[in-house]
């Protein structure tokens, strides 16, 4: 399994690459006008169309890969590329489109690559997943992926304004934005994940949200630091549930149940160290401080 998902890992790193090279590309002009420092603005124009068509080079030899494994994975995955293409490269470029252009990048970014890995382990697998299953997974997925563009959007607003870039932040403005973040798409966002907890049928991912809640609440009294739903340059509600908790503990039914499936939980542990370690540091301390303060009070 695990050169399986190194072999997904690559399929989505290209076309991570691709995407954030005609992004960069096309958003020259604009962020000049608006400020903006982009990557490509002191290359030569050679450079990006060399790594553009390499992209779409690999890119087509995963797709076709996928195709003969499950046609509907190849199909998902032509869907990040088309989304992304639709978001970025005129003249359709959807990024200036309001609500289009945050369907389309929340749709390549996290629906799609989200449903292919789901495709693909069930193929690979044999498995057949519920339809309800992919529902949840998809509504969730798109839910956090809407979230994390209108948070890009709500940071990039004044250069965005001085390029005159019409994106759904500039078109209805940053407060009614928030008010949708937090009344519509978070409660959207929150309980498609409790039905694919619920699905899951797994203790252990539900049972890592204590934890995770826990730490919140220590950074938020210990240092005012709150996680916020949509507010840019704080950290981001659940976030780290996502990135450490939910995974882990996925991982660790799984490896309790086909130890060959450690080696999944090592590959992860070796991309993911680094925020894995870091949570681990803040709990680490969280229980030393807690453990210190209980100890003071009894003596």
């Known amino acids: 399994?695990?050169?399986r998902l190194l072999l997904l890992l690559g399929a989505l790193v290209v076309g991570a690459i691709y995407v954030s090279v005609i992004n960069d590309w096309t958003d020259l002009d604009d962020d000049r006008l608006g400020g903006k420092y982009n990557h490509m603005a002191d290359r030569s124009k050679v450079f990006p169309t060399l790594l553009i068509l390499g992209c779409l080079l690999a890119g087509l030899g995963m797709g076709v890969y996928f195709w003969h494994r499950n046609p509907v994975s190849s199909l998902l995955y032509l869907g990040s590329w088309v989304a992304f293409s639709l978001y970025s490269l005129p003249p359709i470029r959807v990024k200036n489109r309001g609500l289009?252009?945050?369907?389309?990048?929340?749709?390549g970014s996290h629906l799609f690559p989200q449903l292919l890995t789901a495709s693909l382990a069930a193929a690979w697998t044999g498995h057949t997943l519920p339809i309800l299953w992919y529902v949840a997974l998809g509504t969730w997925a798109w839910a956090c992926g809407i979230r994390n563009i209108l948070l890009h959007q709500l940071d990039d607003v004044e250069a965005d304004a001085k390029a005159g870039v019409y994106t759904w932040v500039r078109v209805r403005g940053p407060q009614?934005?928030?008010?949708?973040?937090?009344?519509?798409?978070?409660?959207?966002?929150?309980?498609?994940?409790?039905?694919l907890l619920v699905l899951n049928q797994q203790l252990w991912p539900a049972l890592f949200l204590l934890p995770y809640l826990l730490l919140e609440g220590f950074k938020w009294r210990l240092w005012g630091n709150r996680?916020?739903?949509?507010?840019?340059?704080?950290?981001?509600?659940?976030?780290?549930?996502?990135?450490?908790?939910y995974p882990l503990g996925l991982l660790l039914v799984l490896s309790s149940q086909h130890t060959s499936d450690l080696l999944v939980l090592g590959l992860h542990l070796l991309l993911f160290g680094r925020c894995f370690w870091q949570t681990a540091k803040y709990l680490g301390w969280a229980g030393a401080l807690t453990a210190r303060k209980t100890l003071d009070r009894l003596y």
């Open 227 to 245: 996680a916020q739903v949509l507010e840019p340059g704080a950290r981001v509600l659940l976030n780290e549930y996502y990135e450490v908790f």
């Open 1 to 3: 399994m695990v050169p």
């Open 100 to 107: 289009l252009g945050v369907l389309a990048d929340a749709s």
């Open 176 to 195: 009614f934005t928030r008010r949708i973040g937090q009344a519509v798409i978070f409660p959207v966002e929150v309980v498609s994940f409790s039905l």
